[in-house]
């Protein structure tokens, strides 16, 4: 199905050929003046300039053309030889009626669907997760719902941190307090209990102890080094403590992520590719892709024409571990084996931006993946009122249910405040400010050019007004209860007719979803999403000022107009869902 800019410009281009000028310079866009026309075409200056001829007289022949071609085409040329295209109402009709046939609302499947893998999350075990995992979170979700709704064939990965210092640093710390468990007994010969040691609390309490101990003793963080060297070595009873860690943090993550609804097919990490790390290494090394530095075995990835120097690759320590980027490389080539991604999306923040031009270097060069197949999307930070990297209140980062939690209750005051749901059950209402919570929280982030920075600000993001999640999902639920009160008085959708221009201005934002799903993947930009969404909630808001529905008394202008209101709430629904958002059946 083509969109209006694509037949106009379809149209357009037709114009220039029968015109003599070249067809590529027919390209429509929305004007930027539409109080003049709502679409324009500006390639007339340009072929003027090229065959040094009077541009007016140019858009003048391409304007003769296209209305010939053309009847149901206002054409009008003005400045130095603009085309100002004006549809006649039966184009917007028979768009609008296309649009609401079809549940996509317009939006395309890729024509080139890919296998694609998209890595976000990941939060790391026994450290809490900060605001940086959960932009990682909300972004990589709405571009795993994106990427689905084009039909790619996506597998998401969560990624966990789970290989590092901190792991050591558990298990040393948790001998100080329970020296008597049978993982520290070098001689135990198993089964190891299947019974957990610890809770997540007690994993939430011993990595800030463990780790302002080897602040302050470097002793102590000396044998949380080597309790992590052993680690990665096998030790039986320090793998099998690994195992219970991994399992209990991901049985509280997942309870936390559920609540956001957001949702990871693998919940692998960082150990999972241990055994593929001695293999891999010794293979690159054979085929001198690595050398010796000071030593240690890296993988050097500079070019002649860096701007700024980069760092050699660090792929086994000076102290024969495996390192950040080793382990990353290894999970490309773990990836290539069981899924053979085209693409491997990496949702993270900016600061990371090093450690993945190293990686994807390093893994062309060892042949582990084609150039263009390994992505970095990147973001910027969440910052405080202050303008710094957003804390707690005692300084300390940010706990995503603690984040929930607190919205979730700002919901419900501003429900309370609205006199919204206030018919509901106790649990249809928590429902309602559940979803609340989550549009605020995820909204106020992707609406954002991903790469900026932004200020939290809950109060703001909760609100029912304003460029705001909750505003959206208010929209829609109004919409809702329209169309269902329209059912209770037995009143029927029919084909759109245009009666008035808020009529055409809301067909001309349904129009422009196809586009605004395009330039989303591409630019892996869910704020283009967000920026619909709110555009399309607008010129519903003003089309149903000026364009009554139920009292409509001419029954066709009606259930035009019916028809127009449905398409809009497939639409918004279907977008909402890509950033997403769940709408509530009422509120
Ligand atoms: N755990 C890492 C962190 O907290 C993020 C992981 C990102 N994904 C990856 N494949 N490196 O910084």
């Known amino acids: 199905m083509t969109s209006l800019v694509e037949e106009l410009t379809g149209a357009v281009s037709a114009a220039f050929a029968a015109a003599g000028l070249p067809r590529e310079l027919g390209g429509v866009i929305e004007s930027d003046r539409p109080d003049l026309a709502p679409y324009q075409c500006n390639g007339a200056l340009a072929a003027a300039k090229a065959a040094k001829a009077n541009p007016r007289a140019l858009a003048g022949a391409v304007a003769d053309h296209l209305k010939a071609a053309r009847p149901d085409l206002g054409v009008e040329i003005a400045g130095p030889g603009f085309l100002n295209l004006i549809p006649l109402p039966s184009m917007y009709a028979q768009r609008a009626d296309a649009l609401a046939a079809d549940p996509r609302t317009g939006a395309r499947l890729a024509s080139d669907p890919l296998r694609v893998m998209i890595d976000f999350g990941g939060p790391n075990v026994a450290k809490p997760m900060h605001v940086g995992h959960l932009r990682s979170s909300v972004i990589g979700d709405s571009l795993q719902r994106l990427f689905r709704f084009l039909g790619h064939d996506v597998t998401s990965d969560i990624h966990l941190g789970d290989w590092g210092l901190q792991m ?5 710390e948790l001998q100080d307090e329970q020296p008597g468990l049978p993982y520290f007994d070098a001689g135990f010969t198993g089964p190891y209990p299947d019974e957990a040691p610890v809770s997540i ?29 052993e680690l990665q070595a096998g030790r039986p009873g320090y793998r099998a403590l690994l195992r219970h860690f991994i399992l209990v943090s991901i049985a509280a993550l997942k309870v936390d992520f559920d609540d956001l609804g957001v949702h990871f097919d693998l919940w692998k990490g960082e150990s999972d590719v241990n055994d593929l790390i001695a293999d891999m290494v010794a293979d690159l090394r054979k085929r001198a892709i690595t050398e010796e530095s000071a030593g240690a075995l890296v993988i050097r990835v500079a070019r002649e024409d860096d701007k700024k120097e980069l760092a050699p690759l660090i792929l086994v320590s000076s102290q024969g571990s495996a390192l950040y980027a080793t382990t990353d490389l290894a999970t490309i080539l773990e990836r290539r084996r069981e899924l053979d991604p085209d693409l491997i999306l990496y949702v993270v923040d900016l600061g990371q931006s090093d450690h993945f031009e190293q990686v994807f270097r390093a893994a062309i060069k060892a042949g582990l993946a084609e150039d263009g197949g390994l992505e970095h999307v990147k973001f910027g930070t969440v910052n405080g009122p202050d303008g710094k990297r957003l804390r707690t209140r005692d300084g300390g980062t940010f ?5 929930i939690e607190q919205a979730r209750e700002r919901a419900r005051a501003r429900l309370t ?3 919204l749901g206030a018919e509901l059950s106790p649990e249809a209402f928590e429902d309602v400010a559940r979803k609340v919570a989550n549009a605020a929280i995820k909204f106020s982030d992707l609406q954002n050019v991903r790469t900026t920075n932004y200020v939290f600000d809950l109060d703001r993001f909760v609100c029912f007004e304003g460029k705001t999640g909750p505003y959206l999902l208010y929209q829609a639920v109004r919409i809702g209860s329209l169309l269902r009160k329209a059912e209770g008085e037995g009143l029927k959708d029919g084909p759109v007719q245009i009666s008035h221009d808020a009529e055409a201005a809301l067909v001309r934002r349904l129009d422009g979803f196809e586009a605004a799903v395009q330039r989303a993947e591409s630019g892996r930009a869910p704020h283009i999403l967000c920026e619909h969404a709110f555009n399309l909630a607008q010129a519903f808001s003003a089309f149903y000022t000026q364009c009554p529905i139920l009292p409509e008394k001419d029954e066709p202008i009606r259930a035009a107009r019916l028809t127009l209101a449905r398409t809009t709430l497939t639409q918004l629904r279907t977008v909402l869902g890509l950033i997403g958002l769940d709408v509530p059946e009422r509120m």
């Open 399 to 403: 706990r995503l249910a603690d984040l």
């Open 417 to 419: 405040e609205a006199g």
């Open 201 to 229: 609390d007690d994993l939430a309490r011993l990595y800030p102890q463990a780790s302002a101990k080897g602040k302050a003793d470097p002793e102590r963080q000396e044998r949380s080094r080597k309790a992590t060297a």
């Open 168 to 172: 050591g640093q558990l298990i040393t």
